[in-house]
């Protein structure tokens, strides 16, 4: 809609051409109407207008200094020059002062009209310019780490000051709909994540909390809220004004917008004072601390480590952590299970991880997150103890077939139980009870028939030469040893047998 200001010292010129615009269409709508240049100019600091039209003959301002200090004080407003003189001069000097044309009286119907459509579909060009160049700026403020380099510091807002809402969950389109009918609120909105928005609303002076509270209940519907509906919240931030604090603005917000997680109410909605609330925790052996969760997650201890889980979830709430620190976390635990737990981090790859995390911030209650989390987490290290379970039957003849292919090499007991997705402690209990013998003692008695073996049939071969063979690359201790287990040294049962 094309906003219009009439100026001419004639009552009549103004009425008529008023009432002849609006008339006209619904794209124009006549402001305000003036006799002087001056009357405009001292009404500018709460004038909203896009096009002025002017006489040029005015006993104050006329209509040429008018659209001087118009182009100073607000170089997006056009002008139009009326005037019933013909002079090639008076067109010449308003081009020079950035009219847009020049119209003699009486004035020319059609080319007026031609003239202000061609100027309402340059104003909305325009605004659709200006508005994507707000919704880059709100998305690189409110998302990034940084600002965007293409992005002017002085990107210009619509009005002096705003207030940042954030909402979350309830019909985003129906939210949409009930701020298009009220064309009054000047904003402008960015999608920060699925199933969240973020409104920015403009004002040309501070608000009341009053305006903003009701701009709060229109976006959550509050008057068609019934039982059945999904729950939404709204949290806006307190008033700001600049580029430079959009940033702040949108944390403030998105705080409030939190405390909904412990809310019952299916519409909640809060400002940034109640944002301050929050507490935070930021690393996740603060959430579990004291709770032993890495020793419970190496013995796969699945209910102790769900308890550790539980409790820290408590903390979280005593804390009312809000979204982003409880999917931090969450996210931290993960990586807790992956260093101790390896098959953990074949079960949850890159990608489920990146979708738990969207699940989370998708949750409207606090509980809701705490129980995507515990059952995404309790899945996997189920899924890993039944592929330990599995293995544990195969897992002594795995090693053993090792042992028996690589037993002149150095064998770790972690590398070795990595190998059947057992922890260590288990595989040495279960070698034992499947062999009688420990890790140890097994492969000794490996090496040991071997180098046997060696000295009967390898009569080339020198004794130290069996012992490095064999895995002993000292030969004192190779002697040392096969004497205590077979009764007699190396040489001796070479000459033996």
Not at 246 to 260: F, H, I, K, N, V
Not at 336 to 361: D, G
Request: include cysteine; aromatic fraction near 8%; hydrophobic fraction near 40%.
């Amino acid at each position: 809609m094309l906003r219009i200001v009439i100026v001419d010292d004639e009552v009549l010129i103004r009425e008529g051409l008023s009432r002849m615009i609006e008339k006209e269409s619904g794209l124009f709508r006549v402001v305000g109407q003036f006799p002087d240049g001056k009357d405009v100019l001292d009404s500018l600091p709460g004038l909203e207008v896009d096009v002025v039209i002017t006489d040029i003959r005015m006993p104050i301002v006329d209509g040429l200094d008018l659209i001087k200090q118009l182009k100073a004080a607000r170089p997006h407003v056009r002008s139009i020059l009326m005037s019933g003189f013909t002079e090639f001069n008076y067109a010449r000097e308003a081009i020079r002062a950035s009219a847009v044309d020049y119209l003699l009286k009486p004035i020319n119907k059609e080319q007026l009209f031609e003239l202000l459509y061609q100027l309402d579909e340059e104003h909305q060009s325009s605004l659709e310019k200006e508005a994507l160049s707000r919704k880059r700026l709100l998305h690189s403020c409110f998302l990034s780490e940084s600002p965007l380099p293409y992005l002017s510091e002085d990107t210009g807002l619509p009005l002096s000051c705003y207030a940042t809402f954030v909402q979350k969950g309830g019909s985003l389109e129906a939210a949409a709909g009930r701020i298009q009918q009220h064309p009054e609120l000047v904003c402008d909105w960015v999608s920060v994540q699925e199933r969240m928005l973020a409104w920015v609303f403009y004002f040309p002076e501070a608000p009341g909390h009053k305006q903003l509270d009701r701009i709060a209940r229109l976006l959550g519907g509050a008057e068609e809220q019934s039982e059945e509906e999904t729950a939404v919240h709204i949290g806006f931030s307190r008033i700001h004004n600049g580029t430079a604090e959009l940033r702040a603005s949108y944390e403030e917000a998105m705080r409030a917008c939190d405390l909904g997680l412990y809310s019952d109410s299916a519409l909640y909605y809060a400002d940034g004072y109640a944002g301050e609330a929050f507490g935070d925790i930021v690393e996740a052996e603060d959430a579990v601390s004291g709770m032993n969760l890495a020793e419970q997650l190496q013995l796969l201890h699945i209910p102790a480590v769900l308890e550790c889980v539980r409790q820290g979830f408590e903390r979280l709430k005593e804390q009312r952590a809000g979204t982003g620190t409880i999917v931090r976390v969450c996210s931290q635990l993960e990586d807790m299970a992956c260093r101790e737990v390896q098959e953990y981090r074949e079960i949850r790859s890159k990608e489920a991880r990146a979708r738990l995390e969207t699940q989370l911030r998708a949750c409207m209650s606090f509980s809701g997150m705490e129980e995507c989390f515990v059952e995404v987490f309790r899945s996997a290290l189920e899924k890993v103890y039944g592929l330990r379970s599995e293995m544990g039957g195969k897992a002594v003849e795995i090693v053993k077939r090792w042992i028996a292919e690589h037993y002149s090499e150095h064998a770790e007991l972690n590398t070795l139980a990595a190998m059947v997705y057992l922890t260590p402690s288990y595989l040495s209990k279960l070698f034992k009870q499947e062999t009688g013998l420990t890790l140890t003692e097994y492969i000794t008695d490996v090496r040991l028939k071997n180098a046997k073996r060696l000295l009967r049939t390898e009569t080339n071969m020198k004794v130290h030469q069996i012992g490095a063979e064999v895995g002993y690359a000292d030969p004192a201790y190779f002697n040392k040893l096969f004497k205590k287990v077979v009764g007699v040294t190396p040489n001796e049962y070479k000459k033996w047998k």
